[in-house]
């Protein structure tokens, strides 16, 4: 059975293989033994950041099956409210199909309400189509245009 967990430092090979695991992700990121520096200062930064969950998907044998990153994010608008965003989702290719990204992205969401947000927002690159469908079926919406600009 999979579980469900906040990532430790040990993880962090495992989720920068994940990552790296597709098309976009083979070209964007670093797979290294031991792992990036970088990798290690943005872990670092996500846990002492209480606004910060970088989660894991563990599977029965004790192997991460997938990782996603939740911020909570305060705002003044809608009478400050807070918002969830949940980024880099990945789930391990042997795990794909079962239901899995579905049921961690329920849990992202129970984290989210528990934080007392009332809105959950994530992002897919649009060269992800089936990415896209899979969020939509889970009720997300395309209702904002998202920009981006690089630095």
Known sequence: M???RKAR????????????DDMLGRS??????????????AFAAIEAD???LLAVAVDGEGGIAGCLQLSFIPGL??????RAQIESVRIAE???????????????????VERGCRLVRLTSDKTRPDA?????KLGFTADHEGLKRSL
């Not at 430092?9 to 790296?20: C, F, N």
């Not at 608008?77 to 807070?82: D, I, K, L, Q, Y």
């Not at 042997?94 to 989210?112: N, P």
């Open 9 to 20: 430092h040990a993880d962090l090979p495992a989720i920068v293989r994940l990552l790296a």
């Open 132 to 136: 896209i469908r899979f969020y939509e």
């Open 77 to 82: 608008s809608r009478t400050g409210m807070w």
């Open 28 to 41: 964007r990121e670093t797979v290294s033994d031991p792992v990036h520096p970088r990798y290690e200062q």
């Open 2 to 4: 999979t579980s469900f």
């Open 94 to 112: 042997v795990h794909r199909g079962g239901g899995l990204g579905s049921r961690f992205i329920e849990w992202a969401v129970e984290r989210a």
């Open 50 to 52: 209480a606004n910060q």
